[in-house]
């Protein structure tokens, strides 16, 4: 009975967590995206926003030559500022009576294979993001579009919220969320998405994924990917793991080749180390299992994101959904998934080992 009872209890604070998700747009996000999108970044410079694109080359593209641009350049070309640590930057920054600060802990922005900002004089960047803001008079022109994101937000929530379940994150993974979800629309980022957190003093650890905004070409309505969103949050489960040194020590040497068998196709998508590789291979396997598990995998999503996954690399999925599978049908054995990490290294290095062989008997 005390088991039943807990159950419920779990279920009802999964339930009133998915409800208090609150689906949002950033300033600070747009500020960072719209800053890079002019410098040149490729991976924020898609023009899939209809005539929100228009109006952001139009008000923007005088200030080419601003300070703060050149520098978002130099950054890019000397320390690979560029997607999520972009990102990463937007939620660490506050704006309060027109002026941009630094929040939360400063050396978040320093750790991790991801962030990039180590070597950065954050100081002398917010300085020069600073006089960005005031000089495009960015708050103008994001209060004029204020009903275009409200709209973008409020389509979000009809279409996605419903097929989107917190409380199989910790039912799949064993574990409690590692901190409260955000979702951010990023009006400027296209096809692109992002997973990053924060931490600030005396606050819940956050967790953010930021997606991408694009219209169907066909029907100029916003078009959204279920599996998309589902992938962004996944990371807050699987990347941890990869932390653990136990875990890293187990998965290097078949991360390592992983990487290189796959190096060209992971680089052009900023995927330029191993550990990012094994967090990815994991992450899109797991969101094959959230699909199937939820009623959402149709023959064309299946199609859709098969073909993604192939093209972008990731062959050796098909082996890592099925050993996800075998996880997810052994609970009784494995509590968490961090209890089955060994088990993943031994698919992964029996997928290499396997493929190996292929080749060697083909050369026979």
Known sequence: MKKIILSIILALAAITATAQIKVEVSETVELMSILARTAGYPEYSMDLAGQYTKDTEAWFTPYKQHAAVVLAQELRNKYG??????????????????????????????????????????????????????????????????????????????EMMPKFHQEWYTRFYGTEAPGQFHIIINFTYGRHNNGVNRQLPSQPFEVFAILGYQLNPTTAQPQWFTDVLVHEFNHSFVNPLLDNATNAALIEKVGQRLYMWSQPKMNNQAYNDWHIVINESIVRAAVFIYMIDNGLMSKQT??????????????????????????????????????????????????????????????K
């Not at 972009?86 to 027109?98: Q, S, T, Y």
């Not at 993001?129 to 708050?139: A, G, I, P, S, V």
């Open 302 to 363: 299946f199609n859709e994101m098969f073909n993604e996954t192939w093209r972008n690399g990731f062959r050796w999925t098909p082996e890592l959904v099925n050993s996800l599978r075998y996880y997810a049908n052994n609970r009784d054995k494995y509590k968490t998934l961090n209890d089955y990490y060994p088990e993943i290294v031994k698919c992964l290095d029996q997928y290499i080992n396997t493929e190996a062989t292929r080749m060697q008997n083909a050369l």
């Open 81 to 158: 500022i560029g997607y999520e640590r972009v990102m990463n930057m937007a939620v660490h920054l506050n704006i309060e009576k027109g002026k941009l600060t630094l929040i939360g802990n400063r050396a978040e922005l320093n750790n991790g294979v991801y962030d990039g900002w180590k070597n950065v004089d954050v100081d002398d960047f917010v300085n020069k993001l600073n006089q960005f803001y005031k000089d495009t008079r960015f708050h103008k022109f994001f209060e004029q579009h204020r009903a275009f994101y409200d709209e973008g937000v409020k389509n979000f929530e009809t």
